[in-house]
C-alpha cells in the first residue's frame, strides 16, 4: 500500500486557519464548471453509480457523479447552475456541521494517477483494465455487456506494440515509483506547513489501485479527505474516471458516504504550477545557442474529438488556456518565443484532437524550423509518452523532417516550487470538504429490472453483432490501429 507513514492527525482549530489563507495563491481565476466533463457528468447530478469495485482488475464500470458545491468561491450562471471560479469542488449531501465539533481531525491526501505495467508481463492485463474503462472506450448503453470482450480483444492486440515502448524505456513505466516520490514529496511539505497528513496513492489501471488506497483510508479512519488527481486539465477519460472508480465505492459504505471529501478537479491554472512549468522551459531555451529562436512546442495528449464535441469534455479549452497562461509568464519574463499546441498519442479507428503531434513535427521541419523544445504538458511525470514517444519516436521524425536542434523539457516530478504548491492547494481545498451524496443511480435501477435486462441484452446482441464486423472495426484491427 502507498499510504506514506502516518502522524496525520490535525486539530481543528488549524483547519480553520487554513480557511483564511484559501485562494490566495491564484493569480488566474479561471472558470471551472461543474458540469466539468461530459453530458453524463451533468445528468447524473444526483444519481450514484454502478457496481461495487474489487482490488482487482473487472468490475469497473459505471456512472460518473458530480458535484454540487463549490468552494472556495461559490457562483451561480444566469441559469442557475453553480460553478467555481476555481478548480476545487465538493460534493454535497450529507451536512458536515456534525463534524465541526470533532476536537482531532486525520487528515488524508489521496493522489490519483493512471498506473502502468511494472514488468513486460503487466503489459496485457493493465492494457485490459484500460480498454474495459468506459470513460475510455465509450460503448453506447445497449453495448456496454461488450465493454469487456471488446477490452481482451484490443488489449491482446495492442500488447505486442505497447510491449516494444515499455522495453525500450527500461522494461515496465516508472509511474508508481515517481507517484510515490510526489506523495513523500508532499507529505513533508504539508508537514513543514504545519498541516500533518497521510498521503495515499491510488492508481486507475495498475497497482496500488484506487479501491486498495481506499480500503487504507478507511483502516486509518480518516476524518477528513482531498483528493488530488495527478492530471493538471480534467478530462473525462482521465480524472473523471478515477472519480466515478471512487464514487462507486463511497456510495456503498457507511463510512465513507459520510466521510468529508474535497476533490481538486483541475490545477491547471495554478500560479504555482504555471511558475514551476515556465521556469522549466526558461532552464531548457537556456541550452539552445540561440534561445530566441527556439519553437516552443508543447505536445498533449490527445483524447478522441468526440468526448470535446459530444460529451462535452473541458479538456481541449483548459489546454489550450493552460498553454495561454504559460506563454503569458513567459512574456512576462521577457521570453518571446513562437510556441505551437499539438496532441498525441492516438489510439483506435475515431478522429482524435488535432493537430497530431507527428504531423505538426513534419510541417514545421518543412516550413524552416531548426530549433524546437518539446514540453509535454498534460502529466507531471516522466512516463512512456515522454521516454519513448516523445524522446524516440518523435525526436528522429523531427530530426528526418530537417529540425536540427532538439530539446525536450522534464516532467515536473518533485520539483520544489511544484509540490509547495500542490501542498497549498490541498491547504485551500480542507475546510470545503463535505460528504459524498448517496442518492442511487437510475441506470442502475433499470440493470435490475429483468425484463428491460432481456430486452437490452437481445438487441444489444444483434447491434454488437454489426459494430464488430463493421468495415471501420476490421480495417482498425487490420492497420494495426490498435
Ligand atoms: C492527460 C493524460 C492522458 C489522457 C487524456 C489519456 C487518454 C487516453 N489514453 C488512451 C490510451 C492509452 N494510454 C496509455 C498510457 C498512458 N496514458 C496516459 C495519460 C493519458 N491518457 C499516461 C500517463 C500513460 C502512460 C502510463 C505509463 O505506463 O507510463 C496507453 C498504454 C501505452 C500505449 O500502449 O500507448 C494506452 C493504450 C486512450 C484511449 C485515451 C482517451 C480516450
Ligand atoms: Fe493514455
Request: net charge neutral.
Amino acid at each position: 500500500m502507498s499510504a506514506t507513514s502516518y502522524s496525520g492527525v490535525v486539530s481543528q482549530t488549524k483547519l480553520l486557519g487554513s480557511n483564511l489563507n484559501c485562494s490566495t495563491h491564484r493569480r488566474f481565476p479561471t472558470s471551472c464548471s461543474l458540469s466539468e466533463g461530459s453530458q453524463d457528468l451533468e445528468k447524473s447530478t444526483s444519481q450514484m453509480f454502478l457496481s461495487s469495485c474489487s482490488s482487482t482488475s473487472d468490475k469497473r464500470n459505471g456512472m460518473l457523479g458530480r458535484s454540487r458545491h463549490c468552494s472556495p468561491i461559490e457562483k451561480r450562471n444566469p441559469v442557475g447552475q453553480t460553478f467555481c471560479s476555481v478548480g476545487v469542488c465538493t460534493h454535497s449531501g450529507v451536512d458536515v456541521e456534525s463534524n465541526l465539533h470533532a476536537t482531532e481531525e486525520r487528515v488524508g491526501v489521496l493522489l490519483l494517477n493512471l498506473g502502468g505495467p511494472d514488468t513486460l508481463d503487466d503489459v496485457q492485463p493493465f492494457l485490459f483494465n484500460l480498454f474495459a474503462d468506459p470513460d475510455i472506450i465509450r460503448l453506447p448503453r445497449l453495448f456496454r455487456f461488450l465493454q469487456k470482450p471488446l477490452a481482451k480483444l484490443i488489449s491482446v492486440f495492442r500488447a505486442p506494440k505497447s510491449k516494444e515502448g515499455y522495453a525500450a524505456i527500461g522494461g515496465g513505466s516508472p509511474l508508481r515509483k515517481i507517484t510515490d516520490e510526489q506523495a513523500d514529496a508532499l507529505k513533508m511539505a504539508l508537514k513543514a506547513k504545519n498541516m500533518p497528513v497521510n498521503v495515499y496513492v491510488g492508481m486507475r489501471y495498475w497497482y496500488p489501485f484506487t479501491e486498495e488506497a481506499i480500503q487504507q483510508i478507511k483502516r486509518d479512519r480518516i476524518t477528513r479527505l482531498v483528493v488530488l488527481p495527478l492530471y493538471p486539465q480534467f478530462s473525462i477519460s482521465t480524472t473523471g474516471s478515477s472519480i466515478r472508480v471512487m464514487q462507486n465505492i463511497f456510495r456503498e459504505d457507511d463510512y465513507l458516504s459520510r466521510l468529508p471529501v474535497s476533490i481538486i478537479k483541475s490545477w491547471y491554472q495554478r500560479e504555482g504550477y504555471i511558475k514551476s512549468m515556465a521556469d522549466l522551459i526558461e532552464k531548457e531555451l537556456a541550452s539552445f545557442s540561440k534561445p530566441e529562436e527556439v519553437m516552443i512546442f508543447f505536445s498533449a495528449h490527445g483524447v478522441p474529438v468526440s468526448y470535446v464535441e459530444n460529451a462535452g469534455d473541458p479538456y481541449k479549452d483548459q489546454m489550450e488556456e493552460c498553454i495561454y497562461l504559460i506563454m503569458q509568464e513567459l512574456k512576462a519574463r521577457g521570453t518571446f518565443n513562437e510556441h505551437t499546441l499539438a496532441f498525441q498519442s492516438r489510439v483506435g479507428p475515431v478522429q482524435w484532437l488535432k493537430p497530431y503531434t507527428d504531423e505538426v513535427l513534419v510541417e514545421l521541419g518543412q516550413k524552416g524550423v531548426k530549433s524546437l523544445l518539446a514540453v509535454p504538458v498534460s502529466f507531471v511525470s516522466e512516463h512512456i509518452e515522454t521516454l519513448e514517444e516523445i524522446d524516440m519516436e518523435y525526436k528522429e521524425l523531427a530530426l528526418e523532417s530537417g529540425i536540427e536542434n532538439w530539446g525536450r523539457v522534464p516532467a515536473l516530478g518533485c520539483t520544489s516550487s511544484f509540490i509547495m504548491d500542490l501542498a497549498d492547494a490541498v491547504i485551500e481545498a480542507l475546510p470545503s470538504a463535505t460528504a459524498m451524496s448517496t442518492s442511487r443511480n437510475t441506470s442502475e435501477a433499470v440493470d435490475q429490472d429483468p425484463m428491460r435486462y432481456v430486452i437490452k441484452m437481445f438487441f444489444g446482441s444483434i447491434l454488437a453483432f454489426v459494430l464488430l464486423l463493421s468495415p471501420k472495426m476490421l480495417v482498425a484491427f487490420r492497420n494495426k490501429l490498435f
